[in-house]
DNA sequence: CTGTTAGCGCGTTCAT
DNA sequence: ATGAACGCGCTAACAG
């Protein structure tokens, strides 16, 4: 007889022999305790007026039998759900499994600053089709608020649902067209500060990777190549690539193989540049040396590479902390603002 | 105008001359549909028998409203909450913030799986804290299941629940001694991979970069060493790490920089053997001229490293697969075995 | 084929 | 200070 039979025998016999243990609900314990069920309620939500010493008996009665409210049932009488929900709309990057530490790391810091509130986290990934998704999300009910990482492609939808759908914000780039309420980098920034950390090497012969129709990874194109001297700026040479892994490590391959050889690379995430410096290294092209190398967000994994990577730094805890915040002050009926973090630049030894 | 704004107006209008147009339960939905509230219940789940045209009546009245069943009511009615926990125990890894990207790729692989059943996904990291923690968590009734990814150095808290709450499964080692349900890899035969592989290259002075207090670390520790002939295994280096980027960083490096020289290096992740290719590069330190580095996992960017990473393969996905079907097989009253899939290894330049 | 009724487990007036 | 009664939004007998 294995342990867990030897448990359960144990286990029913206790049962047995306590005639009757399972306390499912307050009322079992109101019964048990000799008290109506508003007083357990009052005992264990700590709300309401009651006798000290009631309570300290109800609490300690309910310690006894494990007794825990059920939240689900609170929830439903109190009209919400406790939960919020995060979602990875994934209108970009159909085959991408949140392989992006990026994402990881934000998920984390999420996880951390919702339970601090007392809030659940719902994840859920969706692959936008059509235009209900979100609304269809929502009117669900499963949530009292949706945390959105990333516009994706569909910054058309959020608006739309953002205009009658107050608990919502998005991590995402900033447009002051935008119904959506965003907190983000400045994006903008982060692309000239690449752009004069390799303007000041030397570089000259410069291109971008990334998939300029998301809007964060756009503005850091544009601002990538306003903050160069017009006739460089003119010149730098768009690589379109998707942001997974192997994507953009195709992408990078073939470009160096077509015989491409710029001088400075900025990549529109730490992933796509590692995956630059893989096809560099295949290519026997010296980084630092020959080609200079720029990420974007520096996740945890940037300074391990080889070499350790240059990137444009991303402060995700204080961004989770923000959408957080803003969350639950739009979902406290509050005005807010938009809210748009300063990146700044790691210099290491890729560039 | 725009659309958003045509359409309030057509909805306040509609609004005045419906009276109340606020649908914000089958009751509301019921008398304006002139049937009764099982009724409607009836047509929106397709349960129970029901005059098709009164259930595309009504179906349709509910499209023209946007309304959605509350799935909190519901699944309180139906004695579930339609919810399975991704629990994430730090017992080891006080400050670690979900940064591997192992648990990633798992997480967005279980979110599948989980959405493809019709469960929500709430994630939650611990902290444990004393024996309660696991209790505590199941008894708040938030969720209809658990998955915990990873044993930490928690077993014993684990073997405790397992025996009277059955719906939890566990990612980690499996030992038979143990009463949870485990799915994971067969880590012993990952550690002989690695032993053998290393062991063919002509590498004789070998070490291990881990934490052996985590079962599934010790398992590729105990396997690695233990198909390696004696004498050699005998003497291999056990060199304790925790396993974020930034702890084993440090170790590796002042691991060589106390004048260590192994031939060959197995890392109980590839987030460890990154740290390593780092601090061998830094000092000089040939891969895999001098040095061959093993990892473990297979983590997306493990190909991408410099050199690419030669590692011991995990399916996640199908472990993620598994630990789904092992759940809900569970929770159905089943009987279930615990899963262990044979690894492989990959062999690439850091070798 | 459809309506009536009784809860799921809890919080909250309104009484006492 | 405590209890009785009602309802959150939904489903599932049981009637008819």
Redesign the pocket.
Known sequence: MNREALWRVFFSHSLASMEEDQV????D??RIA??????V??A??G?????AK??ERIQSIADGHGF???I???N????RTGAIAVLLPLGHERGQHLSDPFFMAMLGFLADALADKGYDLLLSRVLPEGDGWLDAFIRGGRVDGVIIIGQSDQSGVLDRTAGRYAPMVVWGERNDSHVHVTVGSDNRAGGALAARHLFDRGRRKLAFFGNVTVPEFAARYHGFVDALPPEIGASVDLVTTRITPDASLHVAAAYFAAGNRPDGIFATSDVVALSVLSAAAEQGISVPGDLSVVGFDDIPIARFANPPLTTIRQDIAAGARNLVDLLLRRMAGEDVSPVQAMPDIIVRESS
């Open positions: 499912k609900s307050i009322a314990l109101a000799g008290v109506s069920v508003s007083t309620s009052r264990l939500t709300k309401g007026a009651l006798a009631t309570r825990r409210l059920n689900a049932a609170q439903l009488r109190l009209g």
